[in-house]
């Protein structure tokens, strides 16, 4: 089973910006928009616990200001140490001017390193 969660309008975000937006108060989701693009990716570096909206963008790559991890948006490989495991990438849908993700039911997916 899969559940469609609505995170942000279109509007919201301008272009080149994220945010982050909190599933259910306790689930961190980082949207971005660059190229005239929507992603979603956990909000939390893979590597130690850092809420990514803190970070920057730059050519199509996220990294984190805690200890510039950086990571492809497309799908949340880390290009750089520390960081080993990728970003959760959620994917995305605009519906009806809202950006919306698909996931399975239950907690979001996340990926943190032991």
Do not use: K
């Not at 190229?35 to 990716?41: Q, S, V």
């Not at 850092?50 to 199509?60: M, N, Q, S, V, Y």
């Amino acid at each position: 089973m899969s559940r469609r969660i609505d995170l942000l309008g279109v509007d919201e975000l301008a272009e080149g910006e994220m945010r982050m937006v909190w599933v259910e108060q306790t689930d961190p989701v980082l949207v971005v928009h660059v190229n005239g693009e929507f992603h979603a990716l956990q909000g939390t570096c893979s590597h130690e616990y850092f809420e990514l909206d803190r970070g920057f963008l730059t050519a199509g790559t996220l990294t984190c200001a805690l200890h510039l991890s950086r990571f492809d948006l497309t799908d949340g490989e880390p290009l750089d140490p520390p960081a080993e495991l990728p970003l959760a990438v959620y994917p995305v849908d605009v519906v009806d001017g809202r950006v919306t993700i698909e996931v399975a039911d239950g907690p979001l997916e996340v990926n943190e390193e032991a």
